[in-house]
């Protein structure tokens, strides 16, 4: 069997693993081992009769069994937000995947929030630049920027926003509520170390406030606890046009982006949509790729040439093997809500392994989306070269594609 497409069998017996249907057909050993309720491994080692969550097992089958051709000591490259702590207030709940859970995240981190109707994350500024997707409902999004020009825009499933670093602003759920998965160039950004601007208020003696608006001190203390404002609940606003507030102008580029407005990159297995600062103006230091797998199909071996790779996998399930060098690689199983990593410069490719499309972002601390595709470079190199590194035969060379397919056909 080709290592590669190995499958193990869950069982389908008693207890929890019960309704767990088998993931793959092996040998009669197999399946009869199978029936005392362990998770079999197609491999000479045998099965695993020891302590085990067969669910888990389920949802990591190359961690489980991984493919014979993984070696060596890469670090793990995957956290679910399913396994990440979760906050919850009156106005919503919020959940974050940085370094502190995914260890190798050191340039990125991940928030996914929401908000009920109405909800509002209290006006606050952070060091780092956000960029977000709306994954379900609507909201309305406001900044101020450092020469008073002000920002405000509602968004829905789909589009983009993004903040530069020290800009201040707010998210509002419209409607029926909100999602969004918001991310930011740092690893080590805390959601819950932000600036927010009750917090200030609580620190700022009244009289100094008082100095600062012109009017009495009397106003002031009595500031809400900012536990209490950090996402609360107020009155869901009424058309965009009355929320406007005229001042010193727009910002010159756009917080918002519609990823519709891009023409993506159309292959028979999937599409790729890339933005980054050459399109979505605003976004300087944060570059992304809507990536979409239909059922077997691959995006293709290859890697980034000027940084680190975060992931989001949106619907869908799949698997990416990663090459190290020195013969390090391993194989990780991804699911919707599961974060991915691959550190600057490593080789890789990304497997749909269902039977739906596999939807996922690659996120990159850059101005600018990179890559180098395996196949492309070797078609653009001498034959004669190729062939002697490598031993191949000649349907491989003529095969080769001097055009970057970023998504092969199964």
């Not at 990591?60 to 702590?85: I, Q, V, Y």
């Not at 071996?301 to 000027?306: I, M, S």
């Amino acid at each position: 069997m080709d290592p590669l497409s190995r499958r193990r069998i869950l069982t389908a017996g008693a207890g929890a693993a019960g309704g767990l249907a088998a993931l793959s057909v092996g040998t009669a050993a197999n399946a009869l081992a199978a029936t005392a309720g362990q998770p079999v491994r197609v491999s000479p080692i045998g099965n695993d009769p020891g302590p085990h969550d067969p669910v888990r097992d389920g949802e990591d089958p190359d961690l489980l069994d991984p493919p014979r051709t993984d070696h060596g000591t890469l670090p793990n490259l995957k956290f679910s937000f399913a396994d990440s702590h979760v906050r919850e207030t009156d106005g919503g709940w919020t959940r974050q995947v940085t370094e502190r859970e995914l260890g190798v995240s050191k340039g990125m981190a991940g928030v996914d929030m929401r908000l009920i109707p109405g909800g509002v994350r209290e006006l606050h500024w952070h060091k780092q630049a956000e960029w977000s997707i709306m994954l379900a409902g609507t909201a309305r999004i406001t900044a101020v920027d450092q020469n008073g020009r002000n920002f405000i825009d509602d968004v829905g499933e789909g589009d983009l926003w993004y903040f530069p670093p020290g800009i201040p602003h707010s998210i509002q759920a419209l409607g029926q509520g909100c999602e969004f998965l918001l991310v930011f160039d740092d690893g080590s950004f805390n959601e819950d170390s932000t600036f927010l601007i009750s917090d200030w208020f609580k620190h700022i003696p009244p009289d100094v406030l008082a100095k600062n608006f012109g009017v009495p001190a009397s106003n002031f203390g009595h500031t809400p606890d900012p536990e209490q404002r950090y996402m609360f609940p107020l009155p869901i606003p009424g058309p965009l046009a009355q929320d406007r507030v005229a001042g010193n102008g727009t910002v010159p580029e756009s917080f918002s982006f519609r990823p519709s407005t891009v023409t993506p990159m159309t292959f028979k297995s999937g599409n790729v949509r890339v933005i980054d600062s050459s399109n979505f103006k605003a976004a300087r230091t944060i570059a992304a790729a809507i990536v979409e797998v239909e059922p077997g199909g691959l995006r293709e071996l290859h890697w980034h040439p000027n940084t680190d790779e975060w992931q989001y996998y949106i619907a869908g399930q799949g698997r990416m093997g990663v090459f190290g060098a020195s013969g390090d690689a391993r194989t990780f199983d991804y699911r919707a809500g599961d974060v991915g990593y691959v550190p600057f410069a490593m080789g890789h490719y990304i497997e749909n392994t269902g039977s739906t499309p596999l939807r996922f972002l690659e996120m990159f601390k850059a101005p600018q989306f990179e890559d180098v595709s395996l196949n492309q470079w070797m078609a653009l190199t001498p034959p004669e070269l190729v062939q002697g590194h490598l031993d191949l035969s000649d349907q491989v060379i003529q095969a080769l594609s001097k055009t970057k397919h970023a998504v092969v056909p199964a």
